[in-house]
């Protein structure tokens, strides 16, 4: 048993925490959010020419990594600077390809991913869903030798600035059955797609997807016809563990921030970090924090290495209860020890708060995967 | 990184886990299992049948008996121990007073005392909190004063875990009242528990159990030669002790066992609605929460034990494995006093109740939980490692 990362994850890590520190300060990332796209193309540019984009892909496709351990330190860096640009999106979508799409589909869009011209987003969920990967409401129909599709698609993360989505649409099978579901490739300019992009409450984009009759050809389906869910639930479980990683970084960022402020804030003629029920505060954020980071280490880990995917699942339903609790601990507390400073936008730490309550969400919220956990234990 | 365990240290584990099997009288480990009070020769029988093994004292030295393991080792021979159902080690000897005597020691006491410790010919407890010193330990007024080849001790010690069985306390006292700083005028103290002036009284806690004392200490003589480092320099052998073997403070293994346990019993108890505790949504969500609790746990137990290993010993940031893993152990025996309902009511049936319907066990779980309510207050209160933490670790 070792804690330690290899030398190459380690200085990838290094690296693109020295690029955020210099590019992606407090100041720096106030500009990306108040633009329209709310996306930085440099940032982007980085990510490729750092190798960043090829580290969510095996060398067999192309990359150089392709583990939830080789990509952790990362998504903890990308969580203390707060970065709004989609990496996980495109992660979880351009993995799918790589899984299962033909060797033209991956040719596609693979090397494009890697070198930061292409840009992908998952686009799976539903209104009516919830957190339920089996909910699929959109249908597709075979047209001639292609397909056409119809439905709608819901707060699809990354979509704003996608060039390429995976969208599910039900080929047969009841709206929330496991059978049926297929994934289409579909071109963001595609003719008869209806994209609506919005702010969401952590400053970045979604899009709402619209379609009717869209039509696609024979090489849009991306893997066997009817058989997604398994991808779908391997996909949202590996996006998991990069969450829980994310969350982490964002947590230990909101904690050394209330940390330092506890510590220079005078009330009283002393630090009010002097005061025991603060400190004590202090202390369980603090115990959070590592509690989380240790469950960090463990669903990454357990990811790149569970041959049963049901075992899989239930780690990664734990990883999702424990990151949503701490979210909401560290957000929730961070604020208010900061008090009223803490409730503006000028500070970073409601920045924090703002993104740690989207990810407390984001993949399903506690009780969902309460539910969940609780039926891959039995 | 890699989280599973080396070939080696899972050959280790299954060694263990064989033997125990073997050797684990049954009759202890029922015992244990349904939550009995255990007798002082059934904790000394445990300890020696260890002993025979060579495997009583997993920390200590080989030179003087330990099995020479590293610091996995004994986190997994720890947890395996708790996850089988073993009696616990009482600390007070192996863990407490011996590596105190192996740094502290003169070689006579180290010849004297260490041996018996290990083959668990004598039963030790802890004199340190006082009616007046509880977490302000330095506060202590148990006095010793200095008498030809004696100290004369007056005074009183409180919490004294299982002293009505020990043969020998450890103390600290007061050798000087008058330092400017008051933890200079305090000494450490080995007391035969056989002297004339001892008197233990029984604190009987609110499950009914005898697990602590009060000792009086009314013109004991104490020869000099017990007195442990130099006189008035007592506070730096607390500190020590302290700072010792606080890795295992998370008792993952034993919570582990308990949580099978729990989850044992939600299968089989009838919740409201003709299903088991195991279908109530509200009931099963605690569970699950605090599984996942232990889990990171563990994970954090052995991260601290990674750099340990590493030769960065971890510092005062260790103090939130006995926050957590004691949340963990009252939350688990809480839920199992409420797994049984309205039958958590009856309190520790025996034999003699005759025909009454609830089984013993059951009639266990709801003094238990109120046992454990202690491990959040004993070894540093909860509230006390915080303090820790934000001093040391926090730099608050």
Not at chain 1, 6 to 32: C, G, H, P, T, W
Not at chain 1, 197 to 218: K, S
Request: with cysteine.
């Amino acid at each position: 048993m070792n804690f330690e990362l290899d030398q190459d994850q380690q200085m990838l890590a290094d690296s693109v925490r020295r690029y955020l520190a210099d590019n992606y300060d407090f100041e720096s990332r106030k500009k990306i959010i108040a633009s329209p796209e709310g996306f930085n193309e440099q940032t982007w540019a980085a990510f490729a020419e750092t190798g960043l984009l090829g580290l969510a892909f095996s060398e067999e496709h192309g990359g150089f990594g392709g583990t939830a351990v080789g990509m952790m330190s990362v998504m903890e860096a990308l969580g203390e600077f707060l970065v709004v640009e989609p990496f996980l999106p495109t992660v979880l979508a351009s993995r799918l390809v790589a899984k299962l799409g033909s060797g033209e589909q991956r040719d596609a869009l693979i090397p494009g991913v890697i070198g930061g011209e292409i840009k992908m987003a998952l686009a799976h969920s539903e209104g009516p869903a919830r957190f339920n990967t089996a909910y699929v409401g959109a249908r597709a129909e075979r047209s001639g030798n292609g397909w056409k599709l119809s439905g709608a698609k819901q707060v699809v993360y990354g979509g704003a600035v996608a060039d390429r989505f995976i969208v599910s649409a039900r080929t047969s099978g009841d709206t929330t059955g496991t059978e049926g579901i297929s994934l289409f490739l579909v071109d963001a300019n595609a003719a008869g797609l209806k994209r609506t992009a919005y702010r969401t409450l952590d400053n970045q984009r979604a899009v709402d997807l619209a379609f009717d009759g869209l039509e696609l050809g024979a090489d849009a389906l991306l893997g066997a016809e009817g058989g997604g869910f398994a991808a779908l639930e391997e996909a949202i479980d590996f996006g998991i563990a990069m969450l829980c990683a994310e969350a982490s970084g964002a947590v230990r960022s909101a904690n050394d921030d209330t940390l330092e402020y506890i510590k220079t804030r005078k009330q009283f003629g002393q630090p009010i970090g002097s005061f025991q029920a603060l400190q004590h505060r202090m202390v369980d954020m603090f115990v959070t924090q590592e509690q989380l980071k240790s469950m960090q280490y463990l669903v990454c880990s357990r990811i790149d290495t569970a041959t049963d995917p049901r075992e899989r699942s239930r780690i990664a339903s734990a990883a999702k209860i424990k990151t949503a609790d701490s979210c909401r601990h560290i957000s929730q507390e961070s604020v208010q020890l900061h008090g009223g400073m803490g409730m503006t936008e000028e500070l970073k730490v409601s920045h924090t708060f703002r993104r740690l309550t989207i990810i407390s969400q984001q993949l399903g919220d506690a009780d969902y995967h309460l539910q969940r956990f609780a039926q891959l234990s039995s | 990184m890699d989280l599973n365990y080396t070939p080696e240290e899972l050959a280790f584990r299954d060694e263990v886990r064989a033997w125990l099997r073997e050797n684990l009288p049954a009759e202890l480990r029922a015992k244990v299992d349904s939550y009995q009070e255990l007798s002082r020769d059934e904790l000394l029988r445990w300890q020696k049948i260890l002993a025979a093994k060579g495997w009583a004292a997993p920390a200590w030295p080989e030179e003087w008996g330990g099995p020479g393991w590293n610091a996995t080792q004994r986190y997994i021979f720890e947890e395996e121990c708790g996850f089988a159902g073993a009696p616990p080690l009482l600390p007070f000897g192996l863990s407490m007073c011996a590596p105190v005597l192996m740094k502290f020691g003169t070689p006579e006491q180290k010849q004297r005392f260490l041996p018996r410790i290990l083959n668990a010919e004598d039963f030790w407890c802890q004199g340190y909190s006082e009616p007046g010193s509880g977490s302000d330990l330095a506060s202590l007024k148990t006095r010793a004063v200095r008498d030809g080849d004696h100290y004369v001790v007056n005074g009183q010690k409180i919490w004294t875990t299982l002293a009505q069985h020990a043969d020998w306390i450890f103390c600290l006292v007061r050798t000087d009242p008058n330092t400017p700083i008051r933890q200079e005028g305090i000494s450490f103290l080995l007391i035969d528990m056989k002297t004339p002036g001892i008197t233990v009284r029984p604190l009987i806690l609110m499950d009914g159990g005898h697990e602590v004392n009060e000792v009086f200490f009314d013109d004991v003589r104490v020869p000099v030669e017990n007195l442990v480092h130099e006189e008035g320099k007592g506070w730096t052998v607390a500190k020590f002790l302290l700072g010792h073997e606080r890795l295992n403070t998370g008792r993952v293994g034993i919570s582990k066992r308990e949580l099978a346990h729990l989850k044992e019993m939600a299968a089989e108890r009838p919740d409201n609605q003709g299903g088991t505790m195991m279908e109530d949504v509200r009931f099963r969500d605690r569970m699950s929460r605090l599984e996942i609790e232990l889990m990171a746990l563990e994970i954090t137990n052995l991260r601290f034990l990674d750099q340990m290993r590493g030769g960065r010993p971890p510092g005062a940031e260790v103090s939130m494995l006995k926050i957590r893993g004691t949340e963990i152990q009252q939350g688990l025996t809480e839920l199992m006093m409420q797994a049984a309902g309205n039958q958590a009511a009856a309190f520790k049936i025996t034999q003699d109740d005759g025909a009454a319907q609830i089984d013993p066990l059951t009639s266990r779980l709801a003094a238990r939980y109120a046992n454990f309510r202690k491990t959040s207050i004993y070894a540093g209160s909860n509230e006390i490692q915080r303090n820790i933490i934000a001093k040391a670790t926090l730099g608050l």
